[in-house]
Structures are given as structure tokens and as C-alpha cells.
């Protein structure tokens, strides 16, 4: 994605097709997988942390890029 925030987010829980997760600066947002991390989509739990990517116009949808740790 161009001109794309990188950063991190904490998954809260599912949430219809997507996730629910919340950005370092406490702010919510719903993260989806694009279709080359569809892959990620079974280790995707509460507390695992993810990369997401985000439009710079847009902080309510994020993008689900790669999975950085797992809780405990």
C-alpha cells in the first residue's frame, strides 16, 4: 500500500469477519487479512499482537500484515 502507517495493534476478539484490535495509542479499529496473510487467520487469538498497515485517511480499518507475538 502507498503512503500506508505501519504499527502495531493488540487483538481484542472477532468481530464478524474481522477483528477488533486496538492501536497503541488506545484508539479501536477493525483489521482484516488481505488475501497473501489469509494464511494467519487461525493463529489470531486475544492478546496476539499484529503489524497492521493503515490508510492515512482512514484509522477505523486497518490491514493485518504480519503477527509480531503471541500472548505469554
Do not use: W
Not at 502495531?8 to 472477532?14: R, Y
Not at 479501536?28 to 496476539?48: M, Y
Amino acid at each position: 500500500m502507498e503512503n500506508c502507517i505501519t504499527t502495531t495493534a493488540t487483538i481484542l476478539g472477532p468481530y464478524s469477519d474481522v477483528f477488533e484490535a486496538a492501536l497503541p495509542n488506545g484508539k479501536k479499529t477493525l483489521a482484516h487479512f488481505s488475501r497473501a496473510t489469509l494464511h494467519l487467520r487461525d493463529q489470531i487469538a486475544p492478546g496476539v499482537i499484529v503489524s497492521v498497515e493503515m490508510t492515512p485517511y482512514d484509522f477505523d480499518v486497518a490491514r493485518i500484515v504480519a503477527i509480531v507475538s503471541h500472548p505469554g
